[in-house]
């Protein structure tokens, strides 16, 4: 069965940087995009960042600059490197992947349990 296990998360000062990472497992990792959500406590989830399985990447415009998304597909792991965190980056982050086949199909999503982020001083 699909399987998304996220790690990496803490408490960090405002200016820190944290790695998160999510190991996948019972699908064809290098063959599908994936995707990093967050939500915050009373805030809907919110995409933060995509790499898709050629490797292109796109983040929402809050994170760019300070947000990194990687995949080592030998691993069957995506990363996030999160750099100059700010008090408003708290949040659980989620890995996700969309295994739908065409775009026409339904969205067919898969979660990790989350990973709590937390930036205060």
């Known amino acids: 069965q699909v399987q998304l296990v996220e790690s990496g998360g803490g408490l960090v000062q405002p200016g820190g940087s944290l790695r998160l990472s999510c190991a996948a497992s019972?699908?064809?990792?290098?063959?599908?995009?994936m995707n990093w959500y967050r939500q915050a406590p009373g805030k809907e989830r919110e995409l933060v960042a995509t790499i898709t399985s050629g490797g292109y990447t796109n983040y929402v415009d809050s994170v760019k600059g300070r947000f990194t998304i990687s995949r080592d597909n030998a691993k069957n792991t995506v990363y996030l490197q999160m750099n100059s965190l700010k008090p408003e980056d708290k949040a659980v982050y989620y890995c996700?992947?969309?295994?739908?086949?065409?775009?026409?199909?339904?969205?067919?999503?898969?979660w990790g349990q989350g990973t709590q982020v937390t930036v205060s001083s």
């Open positions: 019972g699908f064809t990792f290098v063959s599908y995009a």
């Open positions: 996700n992947v969309d295994l739908r086949s065409w775009v026409g199909e339904p969205p067919r999503d898969y």
